[in-house]
Structures are given as C-alpha cells and as structure tokens.
C-alpha cells in the first residue's frame, strides 16, 4: 500500500478519535449533534462542491438514487450508533463495531467480488481480538445490555459499511468533493425530518454546544471526506479496519481530556488492535 494513502489513513483515524470527546463535551441530542455537524459540513465543502457544480447534471436518475441512498445510510447510522449507546454497554457495543472489518469483507465479497488472503484474515482476526480486550475491561462497571441495544449496534455497522461499499463505487464516477456534500446534505435532511417527527427541538442550544458542532464539522467529519477520497483507491474493508483504530484514539484522548482512567487490559487490547491495523495495511 502507498505511503500517501497508509499517511491518509493515519490522519483520517486521528480525526475521527476526537468525535466521542466531542459529543461528551456537548449537552445537545445526540440526533442535533448530528444534524448539525452535516449541515456545518456542508457549508464548508460549499466552495468545492460549487466548482464541481457541472457534474450533478451528468448524473443520471440511478446515479442520483444512489446518492440519495448513501445519505440516508449515513444517517441511519449516526443515529442508530447514539441510540444503542443509550440502550446497551460500552463493551457490548465496542465488541459489535469490531465486527465491521468482517461486515465490510462479506459485503465486498457479496457485491464486488473482492477477496483478501490469509494475511489479511489474520490481521483482521488479531484487530478483532485486541477490541475484545479492550471490551472486557468494561465489563462489570455497567449494567447488562439488552437484545435492542446489541440489535442497533449491528445494524448501525451494517448501514455505515453499506454507505461506503456505494462510495466504492460510486465516488469513482464523481469527485469526492461532490460526493461527499451531496451524502451529507441528504444525512443532515434526513436527521432534521427525524427530529421534526419526534419533536426534538431544533434550536435553543448554548454558544458552547455551537462550537461543538463547528468542531465535530471540522475534524471527526473531515475523516469521512478523506474516507471518501480513498475509496477512489482502497476498498471498503481497508477503511474499515483503520476505523478500528477510532477508540483506541478516543480512549487516549479521553484521559487528558475527560479524565478518564486507562485498565490494564484497555491498554494491552489497544497495542493489539494497532499491531493488527499496522499488519493489514502493510500487507
């Protein structure tokens, strides 16, 4: 794998580690958190899409469904990733997220007929078995999750992956920049007719929640532009297992920032995950 694309990868991880510290720090839904950070997101990505403005009329009706479908997926995550993390444990649903390397192998197999070899298996196997780690040190400090809970989290994987494997393809036709402005304008609709139906408030939040929602634009949502941009090169399962890095990230910033406390065995699982992202994209 290039350099460029692996130094990519690295910086898309970072990026991402810092969306939990950032929705810790906000007192707003988690489905406003969202909401928001799409539509901040797009206003900055305005001035790229505007340049790229001439390739939405060369779209046909097919292409336009797909993009409308990769938006709602996309939302369809944000909010069943919030939503479970109400309903089940940290560990639960760490375990469940490892699974998106696996999600992202079978429907790569399933849609493009990709394959990887043994190696790859083996890297995905350890990155799997370092989360596992890192789960178990949760274990205990909450309450037993429930059958919903554990539901959400599996579904939220398997929109999130669905949303990337028609970037795979679909980006290849358009530039990213127009890719990713149209997918988070339809999420950031989609969130904002959610929140209609269940009566969220729209507005009303702090100055500081505001600047929340400019930072969750910024960076964690910067990381999916980038994974965007990669999908030009790299498949679905290569992007998913470098997401396995993400609360790994988010633990280490979560003690200088949040104070949180590190277990021994969050500690090891954490090397074994990065050993394992190191091994794939090394292969």
């Known amino acids: ?29 988690a489905t406003i958190i969202s909401m928001y ?26 292409e336009w469904g797909y993009l409308v ?8 995550h944000f909010a069943l990733w919030f939503e479970s993390l109400k309903l089940t444990t940290v560990a639960s649903s760490m375990i469940i997220t490892a699974l998106q390397p696996l999600v992202a192998l079978l429907g790569g197999y399933l849609i493009y007929h990709e394959t990887t070899n043994i190696h790859g298996l083996l890297a995905i196997g350890i990155s799997i078995l370092g989360i596992a780690f890192v789960a178990w040190g949760d274990f205990g400090q909450h309450h037993l999750t429930t059958l919903l809970g554990d539901l959400l989290s599996f579904l939220c994987i398997i929109a999130l992956v669905s949303y990337m494997l028609i970037g795979q393809h679909h ?49 964690p949502t910067a990381a999916h532009v980038i994974y965007n941009y990669l999908l030009k090169y790299v498949n679905t399962t290569v992007i998913s297992m470098s ?36 091994l794939y994209l090394r292969r």
């Open 69 to 76: 479908l990769a938006g709602i997926l996309l939302a369809t």
């Open 171 to 219: 980006v290849k036709e358009i530039s990213f920049w127009t890719y990713s402005f149209s997918v988070f304008l339809i999420a950031g609709v989609t969130l904002n007719l959610f929140n209609l139906v269940t009566q969220t408030p729209i507005g009303g939040y702090s100055g500081h929640d505001w600047h929340i929602f400019w930072l969750l634009a910024i960076f």
């Open 37 to 62: 950070r799409m539509y901040l997101a797009c206003v900055l990505l305005a001035p790229m899409a505007w340049i790229h403005r001439h390739q939405w009329a060369k779209l046909s009706l097919k």
């Open 1 to 29: 794998m290039k350099r460029k694309t692996i130094s990519l990868l690295i910086i898309a991880m970072l990026a991402s580690s810092f969306a939990a510290i950032f929705v810790k720090w906000s007192h707003a839904p």
């Open 243 to 278: 997401m396995l890095g993400e609360p790994v990230g988010a633990t280490l910033l979560a003690i200088p920032l949040l104070g949180e406390v590190v277990t021994f065995w969050q500690l090891v699982g954490g090397l074994i995950v990065l050993g394992g992202i190191i």
